[in-house]
């Protein structure tokens, strides 16, 4: 929403408006900042930004099932911002020649629980087949209005080439062929 509101308000601005029986002045109730773990987000910088809703055009997303917040929530963010969100993961084929193409416009969100959904794009490698990225990197980048790639990028190659779940991100991956 903070793509496309004029606003961010108290919830007082409601019951006071209430009581005097008309919208009034906004400004008084203006939440200027937001804190997330430990980081402090200026919404008026969003707000009064030119590409809040353009953030990410021109990049295409595929969301795992299993993120966290939801992946419908995920993906209302990146339409918000003016990504699109494919239904279907693209192959590790069609994603290589993508990426030869236009780097970094295919973008994977995920979770570690969901690595055995990507597993063939990491496995055998240090750099994935495209970016990998956390829910972090699409509520980052809008709060900061620019793209928080490193940050977010998700710690999958210690995980992937550790031999036991290696195996079992194989035998994951090959079950849900």
């Known amino acids: 929403a903070v793509c ?48 809040r809703s353009t953030l990410f055009a021109g990049k295409y997303f595929f969301i795992t099932p299993d993120v966290f917040p939801s992946s419908r929530d995920i993906e209302k963010m990146i339409k918000s911002a003016g990504g699109i969100v494919e239904p279907k993961r693209r192959s590790a084929v069609v994603i290589a020649d993508s990426q030869a193409r236009c780097p970094d416009t295919y973008i994977i969100i995920t979770c ?7 597993y063939d794009l990491i496995r055998n490698e240090k750099k994935p087949k495209c970016l990998i990225l956390s829910t972090e ?5 809008i709060l900061t209005q620019k793209l928080e ?15 036991n779940n290696s195996n079992a991100l194989n035998n994951n991956y090959n079950n849900k062929k």
């Open 137 to 141: 990197f699409v509520m980052s980048s």
């Open 4 to 51: 496309h509101v004029d606003y961010v308000l108290k919830s007082n601005w409601l019951i006071d408006s209430a009581k005097a029986g008309k919208f009034i002045s906004p400004e008084p109730y203006t939440i200027q900042y937001i804190d997330v773990d430990d980081l402090r987000y200026d919404l008026s910088k969003v707000l009064y930004s030119q590409s």
């Open 112 to 118: 570690v629980k969901d690595l055995s959904l990507i």
């Open 149 to 163: 790639i490193e940050s977010s990028k998700l710690e999958f190659y210690s995980t992937v080439n550790n031999n």
